[in-house]
């Protein structure tokens, strides 16, 4: 697996407290958050004894790392209130072992995701456009397992190598925002609200890691927000920017 990542500023909010034992409010389906507690936990030796209150405003199963992100936030969080809270290596060890993409949500800037998203590689890429954010409301995702079964079904596995070099070839020549439109699309996942971005002015449209939100990148707001506007009966919709850390 090669991938990039970005960082956009759309997020969830984690307050985390002391408390006499672990807790987890706000989003009773959470489970990554309640495991990063637990394993940070075990990793220092001591009891998990922290509440956090999830605010969710990431829409869920949608492919934008939601959960991760969350993790990453808790694992933070609670790693400050530690005395002898684990050195950054050794938390993004920590991290890989609770998601694939949790070690990234540690990091500041894009990065480019290896082997099975944990090996990262910042990357200089621009951050000044904008994003129109699009989550169908006629799409229903399978599991990311079953994406990524289907992707090695129809035999997309082979020839990594050379999709995995012209991405790189791709990001070397990334100068400008528009240059972002010559990255090679998403092996995993496709959808018609791509084209229909690019339509409304998008330099660059896909989906979302196995989606089933899709993103529309354009130079100026207000282009990003009349093509959000004209694209909303699709299903939610957001328009953001990029961020560096969240």
């Known amino acids: 697996m090669t991938t990039v990542l ?55 199963a949608a492919g934008l790392g939601g959960g991760s992100s969350d993790a990453a936030t808790a694992l933070r ?3 400050a209130t530690l005395e002898h809270a684990p050195e950054p290596p050794a938390l993004h060890r920590l991290a890989a072992t609770i998601g694939a993409d949790v070690p990234f949500f ?9 082997d099975d998203g ?21 799409a229903r995702k399978p599991s990311t397992g079953a994406v990524y079964q289907a992707f090695d079904e129809r035999a997309a596995a082979r020839g990594h190598d050379e999709r995995r070099r012209r991405l790189l070839a791709a990001l070397d020549g990334v100068r400008r ?16 609200v791509s084209s229909e971005l690019l339509e409304l002015g998008a330099f660059r449209a896909d989906v979302s890691g196995a989606g089933p939100a899709v993103y529309g990148l ?23 920017v990029p961020c560096w850390y969240g």
């Open 6 to 60: 970005q960082r956009i500023d759309i997020s969830d909010r984690i307050d985390l407290r002391p408390s006499p034992g672990l807790e987890v409010r706000g989003f009773d389906a959470d489970t990554i958050v309640a495991a990063a507690l637990r394993a940070l936990a075990e990793a220092v030796s001591v009891d998990p004894n922290w509440a956090a209150a999830i605010d969710k405003r990431i829409p869920v």
């Open 77 to 79: 969080l609670a790693a």
């Open 106 to 114: 540690l990091e500041q800037g894009p990065q480019l995701g290896e």
């Open 118 to 138: 944990t090996r990262l590689t910042p990357l200089d890429l621009p951050q000044d456009y904008w994003i129109v954010v699009v989550l169908p409301s006629d």
């Open 177 to 192: 925002p528009r240059d972002l439109a010559a990255l090679p699309p998403n092996d995993l996942a496709s959808s018609p």
């Open 218 to 240: 354009f130079l100026h707001e207000r282009d990003a927000r009349a093509a959000k506007r004209r694209i909303r009966r699709r299903g939610r919709t957001w328009v953001t």
